[in-house]
């Protein structure tokens, strides 16, 4: 590497990464000013709002800025762009959410933290390297920490944020045992050029590298709430105020499924579904995709707290996704142009993201006579008749939730099952398409539980009078949630063309002297072959 | 035309919008409102119905060219189309709804005054969903309608319906969403097979390109049938699951006779009269045309499950007292007779079978029409608690009377025009299923009579005559209203019109249903060749010129 292409690269990773620097640094200004200066909470809200959109221009700013895929430790491809964009986005709905959650003197450092969180996110999306990953996930753990316990300082947030604490650096380490075997076996961090490496026959070595995926797969599992580490999940969610329940159930969600592509799907790609240790990975996947969607399904069956309900649901959530990810190593970079797992992952996350944060939006605007906050389903008695436009929004995100078409969660659930159906052809599809069957008896189960709280809204009597609160903020960003969910659900084609860039994206190996894109060819054959609709270059 | 066709399929829910959005509406403006979309609607399918092509086998009023693609691009990619269509088996069935939804309105004239605007709204959202998914020529646009059909009838059942409505509406909801997602995989796998074997390896969601598709694979497998996994076999059991459920056939039906009792009398008739036919319209679309040798394959227990279902249906009819629950169980019976039709796999039973399903629509709509009008003024349905109605209201026992005559398949009137054909193409396949049937339809004339025998004529019985623990002890009951004779003056002169002319209905059905028995002979030759010659060949391609085999035997 000559030192001009080091001082270049440097140069755009840097670029590249200015929307996490620029939250970072708004982060860092406000904990410092904060026992400065005398601002009120709003004017923190506002300044991390203005911190956020000035991070989105910064994202767009860099578009076209695109460092060395094998000295870069950033990648500023679709899956980069894309998922950072809408991280963004759902982070002005969470500010929403969030904008009365602090009490007045820890605003500056609840802020501060969320935006820390923002940026890791973003981090993890647009690492092209293990280290910078890590980096990323840690970014988004350490500051939840904190925000588990600053807005409330009460026995059960303490007790939320104590077992997430522990669990969670237990996770880390974890992961970052199975990132050193994958560092080991390979000799290099760049998730481009292990991805180049793992082509030759035994690389990484089977019985190695199946230990680095089972590592990797279980920190990860902790972020995204999959069986085995899901059980903290519930506890936490019940025990902290629901807007960082919201946050704990989408941004930990998406970063993890990010961090799965690009650690291990897109690395493991080109192996093929015949590779040992790949088949092997697609049983792993495939057990903790059916162990965590049915747990979820079952014992979401048996609760009666709002926000441990929605707890079980997201595990649930996370099983289909598993389901996705599961197709996405079956398919590897051969699989046909119906849906790529990645790409029907990928979209069920941004489903995922208006329903349920329009759910926990809702839940968190009504407010008891006594002035508490909801908490379990029954209080929600008879809202459909004394607030019906809110009722509507929460029966929108349900039946979204539960898979009901023209909602948007239908479309998630369609792309991820068809994904698992075309992952493979064979003898090897056949363990697949009985994953889809057991998935979609799941999701049948599941109906139950969103069913159930319908019911209750529309056709028992009101037990007490619920008010709205939480001011224009809250109702802008539940709105908005609960509107896509029908919209995006209606009219789905400009996720979904986000979606499949952003896939094959993360199955492409650019050329090694930077020029003349070389992307994985057998992908981009197939791709053409198949579907009518002109289907974009990856870089 | 293709305007026009959508048009129709959304007129009702601009019906259903208005009547939510506008504020203040009352009982007697909602009710107007909701005639009126519904008019339009079936004025709507009349057209559509004189426009109708009966000797043209492809989908007619579809945008685009005639050999597809249809429709307007929805999503870009995967290339979901926005496609509506009718052909012969389902053109009857689009105009069977816009019938019955005139009824169901007028049903419920007077006995519907609480949150009238949302009742008719739901109940024109429910028109959208089902003429939607009869015209629907995509896949994914025929799931979306068949599952977006569940979320009116659970909200009717659920806030109109009898005292156990709750547990009605979410059983109905679950145990319909569990067979429909099943379906959805199987439709999935279709998509996928098509794509991954097809010559050209196309990705379509186009029925029609499916159908066709479909039967000319060259892939080997596709035309064996030795184990269930074998690719036919698993994927007609996918289908199968949510289909069944909606028939329904035995034993799936346990949800039928909950929800038909407990849902309002509009949507019994609506339940009854066309979201049954949405089942037996699926099996026939997807199972028999996509993977008829599955279905030759599970020919045993299909015919099984549907024989069962007819002398089960008729036997559970008979022990009923509730006149709703009897012919909640009717349709069990008679359902089962539809299926039998379609698994001959000829073109006898094929006709029989899509003619039945708008026969039943109007007969059972018709019986629920009736015992709902005496459920308003006696507030039971206890054959022993009502008597000798003849007696009360003449006109109300001839409806009655007569529509029981048509569902008991009495010769001139539309039943028999069904059943025989059903019966004839079934004794060509299997004689021991088709005589177990014809004891299911002398079963179905017992129950029938039976129940005529006990509330029509006789003295006159009425509840709150000898006991008046009600409120409304001795209050003359209101004679029958005008709106009443509405509803069920149109379903009798069907039932007889379809009983003494039914070429017009054969003629348009006839193409069709040639056309998938074509297909079914197709197929059932490859695997033939198969069988026979182990090294399988792939069939010739679908010739131009389609069986036009009539009902002679008629």
Known sequence: MTLQLAYQTVQQTLLVLSPEILLLAAALVMMTAAPFVRVSRSGWCGASAVALVASLLALLASRDVHPDAYAGSAVNDALSFYVRLFVILTGLVLLGLAHREPPEDRAAEFFGSFLMIQAGAMLVASSNDLILLFVGLELVSIPTYLLLYLSRRTATTQEAATKYFFLSIFASALLLYGLTFLYGLTGTTNLRALSVLTELPYVPHLSLGLLAVVFIMAGLCFRVAAVPLHFYAPDVYQASPVVIAALLSWI????????????????????????????????????????????????????????????????????????????????????????????????????????????????????????????????LSGLGWSQPVVALGMTLCLLSLSGIPPLVGFFGKLQIFASAFAATTGDDARSLQLLAVLGVLNAAVGAFYYLRIIVLMYFKQPSEPVQVVGGWPVAAATGTCATLSIVTGLYSTPISRACREAAIAANVRPAADGEAASPAVALQTRVEAVSTAPTPTAE | MATLLAVTVFLPLIGALVLVLTPGLDKASSRRIALGASLATFGACLVLLAGFEPAVTTPQFAYGPDAGPYGLSWLSRPDVRFALGLDGLSIWLFVLTGVLMITAVLSSWESISDRAPMYYAFLLALETGLLGLFGALDVVLFYIFFEFTLIPL??????????????????????????????????????????????????????????????????????????????????????????????????????????????????????????????????????????????????????????????????????????????????????????????????????????????????????????????????????????????????????????????????????????????????????????LATIGMILGAFYLLLMIRRVVFGPLVEPGSHDDHEGHGHEEPRPLGWYEIAALAPLAALILYIGLFPEPFFSRIRPAAADIVQIMNLERDANARAIAAKAPIAPEPIEASVSMRTLESR
């Open chain 1, 252 to 379: 930990p969600k998406v970063v993890g499924f990010v961090a799965m592509i690009r650690a291990l799907t897109s690395v493991l790609a080109f192996k093929g579904p015949q590779d040992e240790l790949v088949h092997k990975t697609v049983l792993l996947c495939w057990i903790i995709a059916l162990a965590t969607m049915t747990l979820g399904n079952a014992v979401a069956l048996l609760q009666s707290d709002l926000k441990r309900l929605f707890a079980y649901s997201s595990i649930a959530h996370a099983g289909y996704l598993m389901v996705g990810i599961t197709a996405a190593f079956a398919g590897g970079s051969n699989a046909s142009g119906f849906y790529y797992g990645t790409e029907a992952v990928l979209f069920y996350l941004a489903a995922y993201a208006f329903m349920t944060l329009g759910a926990f939006g809702i839940v968190l605007a009504l407010r008891k006579a006594d002035g508490h906050p909801v908490a379990t389903i029954d209080e």
């Open chain 2, 154 to 435: 659970f909200f009717l059942i659920g806030l109109w319906g009898g005292p156990e409505r709750q547990r009605a509406s979410i059983y109905f909801f679950l145990y319909t969403l569990a067979g429909s997602l099943l379906t959805l995989l199987g439709v999935i796998a279709l998509v996928v097979v098509h794509m991954q074997y097809s010559p050209d390896h196309r990705l379509t969601f186009s029925i029609p390109e499916l159908t066709r598709g479909l039967a000319t694979l060259p892939w080997p497998a596709w035309y064996q049938v030795d184990s269930w996994t074998s690719p036919q076999v698993f994927i007609f059991l996918l289908l199968l699951a949510g289909f069944a459920v909606k028939v329904p056939l035995f034993p799936f039906h346990t949800w039928l006779p909950l929800a038909h009792v407990e849902a309002p009398t509009a949507g019994s008739i609506v339940l009854a009269g066309v979201l049954l036919k949405v089942g037996s319209y699926g099996l026939i679309r997807f199972n028999m045309a996509m993977t008829p040798l599955g279905a030759a394959a599970l020919f045993p227990l299909l015919a099984t499950m549907a024989v069962v279902g007819i002398i089960y249906g008729a036997l559970a009819a008979l022990a009923q007292t509730d006149m709703k629950r009897l012919v909640a169980y009717s349709s069990v019976s008679h359902m089962g007779f539809i299926v039998l039709g379609m698994l001959a796999m000829n073109d006898t039973g094929m006709n029989g079978s899509i003619i039945q399903m708008v026969n039943h629509g109007l007969t059972t709509g018709a019986l629920f029409a009736c015992v709902g009008v005496l459920y308003d003024r006696y507030h039971t349905r206890e054959m022993n608690a009502i008597g000798g109605i003849w007696n009360r209201f003449p006109l109300l026992a001839f409806f009655f009377v007569f529509s029981s005559m048509g569902a008991a398949a009495l010769p001139g009137l539309n039943g028999f025009v069904g059943e025989f054909p059903i019966l004839v193409g079934m004794f060509a396949e299997s004689w021991v299923a088709a005589s």
